[in-house]
Every structure is written in C-alpha cells, then in structure tokens.
C-alpha cells in the first residue's frame, strides 16, 4: 500500500522535524527565524498527513460510514 508507506515516511520526518524544534528551542542562539521555519514546516509535514489519513479513510469501505 503506497500511500500507508508514505504515511510512515510523513510522520517520520514529523518526528524528525519534532526533535529539530525541541533542541533549537533549548538552544537560547537560535534564530527566532530559524524557528519559525522549523514550526512551519512541522504544520506542513502534519497537514500532509491529516489530508492523506482522511483521503484513506473514504477509501477504506470498513471505516467509512454512510452519510446522508
């Protein structure tokens, strides 16, 4: 299932954008830039992934309810 392993692969790099935020945040010299980006590109990572878990659940005739 491809779009199951690329759901992997976002919420590695979520993870991997996740540690990257918590140490430049321990680090008083970074760049409050430097930051920002990191958080907007963690929201990217995790947008991805809500748009990809929701596009799989209206596949997935088991999870996928009937509405009216």
Do not use: C, F, G
Not at 1 to 11: C, D, K, R, S, T
Not at 21 to 44: F, G
Not at 45 to 61: A, Q, S, Y
């Amino acid at each position: 299932m491809a779009i199951q392993a690329h759901l992997v692969e976002l919420e590695r790099k979520h993870k991997i954008l996740e540690n990257e935020l918590h140490e430049a945040l321990v680090h008083l010299s970074t760049d409050d830039l430097q930051i920002a980006e990191l958080k907007r590109r963690k929201l990217m990572v995790k947008d991805e992934i809500e748009r990809l878990k929701h596009t799989t659940d209206e596949d997935d005739p088991l999870t996928n309810t009937y509405k009216p």
